[in-house]
């Protein structure tokens, strides 16, 4: 136990450690796409009210359709229009997020790769015979294309999941604070899970760059003009196939088994939270059948 209270305490530290950076993406993220970012912002706010919103307006329904059983009166037809305008305006929402967030990422990519094209025009000349500055390069060429969409899903799963959060739970403390005590702990193990493995592909990107730029040289070397007729002349076709072949099957194999182990560990913590929640409610119907006798 000791143990692993030290090793989610060191990932803890260095989630942290990433801290400083998030206002300096923010702020780019701002200046490239402003309106676009207004516009998320707030469908992010609206996308995170809906669940609880979703959740008060079928307890409405519930409540209406009891009531008419018993006492012969209307049926709840408003609140079921409501409920079924709710599904559609969180539909909407959703696919106008992706929308929106796909604009974002597009003008962000697009600024990246300038600056990337600036420094690179402009650093001296002895940095090119530093095989640290290809491996930096490498990263800020090869992760322009998904970092910032990853970014923005991140924040915006964060933002909208912490509105759902709060707003379940004000709905659920009048009917007991055991209740949103559960639903709170019932998140912390994906919690982890989503910290844990964003901090292992980090890593597992910066230990395996040269090993990318390796495979991409090789891919480059192979398709272009420039080096055709000496390929051709030595005949290193093959040698140079297998060599790309190596590399590509060596990272794939890795960053399938990552994905395997992150699938099965998000899979693991469902469980957990869904264990948590009968847990809670199989203690409430236990309470309330001993009261009832």
Same mark, same amino acid.
């Given at each position: 136990?000791?143990?692993s !209270? &030290?090793?989610? %305490?060191?990932?803890?530290? &260095?989630?942290?450690? +990433?801290?400083?950076?998030?206002?300096?993406?923010?702020?780019l993220?701002?200046?490239?796409?402003?309106?676009?970012?207004?516009?998320? #912002?707030?469908? @992010?706010?609206?996308? !995170?009210?809906?669940?609880?919103?979703?959740?008060y307006?079928?307890?409405?329904?519930?409540?209406?359709?009891?009531r008419?059983?018993? &006492?012969?009166?209307?049926?709840?037809?408003?609140? @079921? *229009?409501?409920?079924?305008?709710?599904?559609?305006?969180?539909?909407?929402?959703?696919?106008?997020?992706? $929308?929106?967030?796909?604009?974002?990422?597009?003008?962000?990519?697009?600024?990246?790769?300038?600056?990337?094209h600036?420094?690179?025009?402009?650093?001296?000349?002895?940095?090119?015979?530093?095989s640290?500055?290809?491996?930096?390069?490498?990263?800020?060429?090869?992760?322009?294309?998904?970092?910032?969409?990853?970014l923005?899903?991140?924040l %915006?799963? *964060?933002?909208?999941?912490? #509105?759902t959060?709060?707003?379940?739970?004000?709905?659920?403390?009048?009917? %007991?604070?055991?209740?949103?005590l559960? @639903?709170?702990?019932?998140?912390?193990?994906?919690?982890?899970?989503?910290?844990?493995y964003?901090?292992?592909?980090?890593?597992?990107?910066?230990?395996?760059?040269? =090993? =990318?730029?390796?495979?991409?040289?090789?891919?480059?070397?192979?398709?272009?003009?420039?080096a055709?007729?000496?390929?051709?002349?030595?005949?290193? !076709?093959?040698?140079? +196939?297998?060599?790309?072949k190596?590399?590509? !099957?060596?990272?794939?194999?890795e960053r399938?088994?990552?994905?395997?182990?992150?699938?099965?560990?998000?899979l693991?913590?469902?469980? #957990?939270?869904?264990?948590?929640?009968?847990?809670? $409610?199989?203690?409430?119907?236990?309470?309330?059948y001993?009261?009832?006798?």
């Amino acid at each position: 136990m000791f143990s692993s !209270g &030290k090793i989610l %305490g060191s990932k803890l530290r &260095k989630a942290l450690a +990433q801290l400083p950076y998030l206002p300096r993406a923010l702020k780019l993220v701002w200046e490239v796409a402003r309106p676009w970012t207004t516009a998320w #912002i707030v469908l @992010l706010i609206v996308q !995170g009210l809906l669940p609880a919103a979703m959740v008060y307006l079928t307890k409405v329904v519930v409540d209406g359709v009891v009531r008419s059983l018993s &006492k012969d009166s209307s049926w709840p037809v408003f609140p @079921l *229009l409501l409920l079924g305008g709710l599904l559609l305006l969180m539909e909407v929402v959703r696919n106008t997020i992706n $929308w929106v967030r796909t604009v974002q990422a597009e003008l962000l990519q697009d600024h990246i790769t300038s600056l990337i094209h600036e420094k690179s025009v402009a650093v001296d000349l002895a940095f090119y015979e530093l095989s640290d500055y290809y491996d930096h390069l490498h990263r800020a060429r090869a992760e322009a294309r998904y970092r910032p969409v990853a970014l923005l899903g991140n924040l %915006g799963a *964060l933002l909208q999941n912490s #509105i759902t959060l709060v707003a379940m739970g004000a709905i659920l403390i009048p009917l %007991g604070p055991w209740l949103a005590l559960a @639903l709170v702990l019932s998140t912390l193990p994906a919690f982890y899970v989503v910290l844990h493995y964003a901090l292992a592909e980090y890593q597992w990107r910066q230990r395996t760059t040269a =090993d =990318d730029r390796r495979a991409w040289y090789f891919d480059w070397i192979m398709t272009t003009a420039e080096a055709a007729a000496e390929i051709r002349l030595f005949g290193l !076709g093959k040698h140079f +196939q297998s060599i790309y072949k190596g590399l590509r !099957g060596r990272l794939r194999g890795e960053r399938l088994h990552l994905t395997r182990r992150q699938g099965l560990a998000e899979l693991a913590a469902s469980l #957990i939270a869904l264990l948590i929640v009968i847990t809670f $409610w199989a203690a409430v119907a236990r309470c309330t059948y001993e009261v009832l006798q």
